[in-house]
């Protein structure tokens, strides 16, 4: 919004013009849709519900001031579409893995967020992280049909 200062001079305060501010939530839903579909996906197991938990999450995350960096959108969309998918019917367990486990792996595989995101969203710490996604990774291997070669697992 522009104002007119003592002096004459305008002013702004800095909030984004709307035009702008429309551009840039087309360019992040653009962005982060793919993404956050693949992880609520992952997360409730259901297309439908995957998909209003993530046009909700971007509908909260846009009801917030257009100046947020990319790091705290991407921080603010992950955890509202995590806490709806949340509240949503979750997925069946995939055998010995908790349901951390899995939003771990959804975060990571699926929404493609770094371990320093993922741990942020997840309030641990990135060693914890490594430590929970060499777990979760050591028990999917051990649902696995035994192979005829000796693989091993390490963390990346």
Known sequence: ???????????????IPSVARSDLQRARFGAYFPRVFACAHSLTGDETAAREAVIEAFSRA?????DLNDREFVNLLFATARD??????????DGDLSGRELELLALLFDARLTREEVSRLMRTSEQALSSALLGALRKIRAS???ASGKATLRPA
């Open 1 to 15: 919004m522009v104002r007119s200062t003592k002096n004459g001079t305008r002013a702004t305060s800095g909030r």
């Open 144 to 146: 696995l049909p035994a």
């Open 62 to 66: 846009f009801a917030h001031p257009a």
């Open 84 to 93: 709806l998918c949340r509240s949503a019917s979750p997925s069946q367990s």
